[in-house]
């Protein structure tokens, strides 16, 4: 990480720590650039004592100079609720085709979605970090730079490339001429409408691996899914590794029957009696 002495928060700019926020304490300004540009993890700001030369408390010790360090990459649990998020950003710091940003901040591919990359899938990952690129374009996927080419490891080549929001640092705003002022507000408008219709990330699920995973819901009642009536579920007379044995809901009143199904076949056959899976779910 850079090391820029406008941040490092002092006697004067106390007032400005926020208490619980992590960073980088010392009583030299070499060595708090060491500290920051070595990697060194981060202590909790446990006290702001204004009026004194050594304001900042560690939670063992005083000192006079206090480093904030970048806030740790938020967690977004669907893909609106990322894209909100996005465009309260995008509005509220005037960024725009022509913005000038830096990356402050490695960045990963939020929940595994398709089409995102990590700051690892590029050639050289360390230019990226505290560059400052000019914005190409505003998606409700991320924010596309421009500057130079940039080599990826899968070989492509490209004069642009898209970052999450959450690790980019304004430098200079959008300067939008009043021609642009309607597209902007037609793309916001766009935008909006995006995050809107988006539903949340639906779970996934998986077949029971075993017998374990599955001993949970061993006094449920199971429904076929071509059968959606109640008298038609299935009761567990038995399961192992393998797979389950339940209740043929198909046989005839007077001769009760039992089918066997693998835990794969469980999973594509049949249903929860509300309605959900039968199997494990996966993260979102």
């Known amino acids: 990480m850079e090391f820029d002495k406008s941040k490092i928060l002092t006697v ?12 980088y304490f010392s009583n030299y300004i070499p060595t708090l650039e060491g500290y920051v540009t070595g ?11 204004l009026n004194t030369i050594y304001p900042f408390l560690d939670g063992h010790n005083y000192y006079s100079l206090f480093y904030p360090a970048p806030e740790p990459t938020p967690v977004f649990n669907s893909l609106k ?3 909100l998020a996005e465009l309260d950003w995008v509005e509220k ?8 940003v830096k990356i402050v901040a490695s960045f990963t591919n939020p929940n595994g979605w398709e089409g995102w990359l990590n700051s690892d899938d ?65 793309e916001m408008d766009s935008f909006r409408k995006y995050a809107n219709d988006l539903e949340s990330q639906k779970p996934t699920y998986r077949p029971f691996a075993n017998a374990e995973e599955f001993a949970p819901y061993r006094d449920e009642w ?31 009143r007077d001769s009760l029957k039992f089918g066997f199904y693998t835990w794969v076949g469980f999973f594509e056959e049949f249903e929860r009696e509300n309605g959900d899976p ?3 779910r996966g993260e979102v």
């Open 222 to 252: 199971f429904k076929h899914k071509e059968s959606k009536c109640y008298d038609m579920c299935s009761s567990v007379t038995d399961y192992s590794d393998r797979g389950i044995v339940l209740c043929d809901p198909y046989s005839e």
């Open 93 to 100: 710091n005037l960024v725009w085709v022509g913005a000038k």
């Open 39 to 49: 990697h060194i993890k981060p202590d909790k700001l446990t006290r702001v004592s």
């Open 122 to 186: 590029f050639i050289h990952p360390s230019k990226l970090i505290d560059g400052e690129f000019v914005v190409r374009n505003v998606v409700p996927k991320g924010i596309n730079l421009y500057r130079d080419c940039v080599r990826r490891k899968d070989g492509l080549m490209k004069d642009w490339f898209t970052v999450p929001f959450y690790v980019l640092e304004v430098v200079e705003p959008s300067k939008k001429p009043i021609i642009e002022f309607c597209k902007y507000s037609c």
């Open 12 to 23: 004067v700019t106390a007032d400005q720590a926020n208490v619980g926020s992590m960073g």
């Open 278 to 280: 039968c199997g494990i």
């Open 81 to 83: 609720e990322y894209v």
